[in-house]
């Protein structure tokens, strides 16, 4: 089974901080780990994956994640927050059953304030 | 352009009366989904289809119906729709069945059932 994990619902930064949202994954496979974007009344946009290429994945809108093993983490960071960062981050994991469906965390909200 | 398109992106309906979302993609994708976001939960697979004449349960697809006839098409049917279902509706294709395959999201359909 799979799972994922997201800590904190609501993360707020300011602009120009660092951006840090979490991600904890549980899988009994080789996790493939994906990282969404929703921005308001839009569909869910790929930032990144984990496709055990490499452990530290570079995405869109400098956005990257590092995968740690020993930590079952996929968390995401960007260094300098934009105003236009404000959105709905999900993570998840492709796993077995439901045609290697997706299973996803909760999602963070991120609020950028000036 | 490469895109998931859904119809209709609002609906308000009313107990009982039987109503069908469409979804349509037109990148050759042999894999489609259907999920239901609601707050606090993330997205939960519905049903998911692997191929033309090819449909499954996903975690949740008490109350709804799907079908497969062509391979760009993949409406979701609700017989009979009811308050619970009231909910954000995401389409998803993807290329295949691969864990790491990327899932392609329709900008979502908000049902209210009264």
């Known amino acids: 089974a799979q799972s994922v994990t997201q800590l904190g619902s609501h993360v707020s930064v300011s602009e120009g901080a660092l951006v840090l949202l979490r991600c904890n994954y549980s899988s009994s496979v080789p996790p493939y780990l994906f990282w969404y974007v929703q921005y308001p009344n839009q569909g869910l946009q790929l930032l990144l994956k984990?496709?055990?290429?490499?452990?530290l994945v570079k995405g869109i809108n400098g956005f990257e994640a590092e995968f740690k093993k020993s930590e079952t983490s996929f968390h995401l960071t960007k260094p300098s927050a934009h105003m236009s960062d404000a959105a709905e981050y999900f993570c998840?994991?492709?796993?077995?059953?439901?045609?290697?469906?997706?299973?996803f965390g909760t999602g963070t909200q991120l609020k950028v304030e000036l | 352009e490469a895109q998931v398109t859904q119809n209709p992106r609002y609906l308000i309906t009313v107990t009982g009366k039987k109503l069908t979302v469409t979804c349509s993609q037109n990148?050759?994708?042999?894999?489609m989904s259907w999920y239901r976001q609601d707050p606090g939960l993330g997205l939960r697979q519905i049903y998911y289809s692997m191929n033309v004449e090819v449909t499954d349960k996903g975690d949740v697809p008490e109350g709804y119906k799907v079908s497969r006839k062509e391979k760009r098409n993949f409406p979701l049917i609700l017989e009979s729709p009811s308050p619970n279902q009231t909910s954000l509706y995401f389409c998803a294709s993807r290329v295949g069945t691969r864990r790491t395959d990327t899932q392609y999201f329709g900008p979502g359909t908000r049902l209210t059932v009264l």
């Open positions: 990148m050759n994708h042999e894999y």
């Open positions: 998840a994991v492709s796993g077995l059953g439901g045609g290697n469906k997706l299973t």
């Open positions: 984990y496709t055990s290429a490499a452990t």
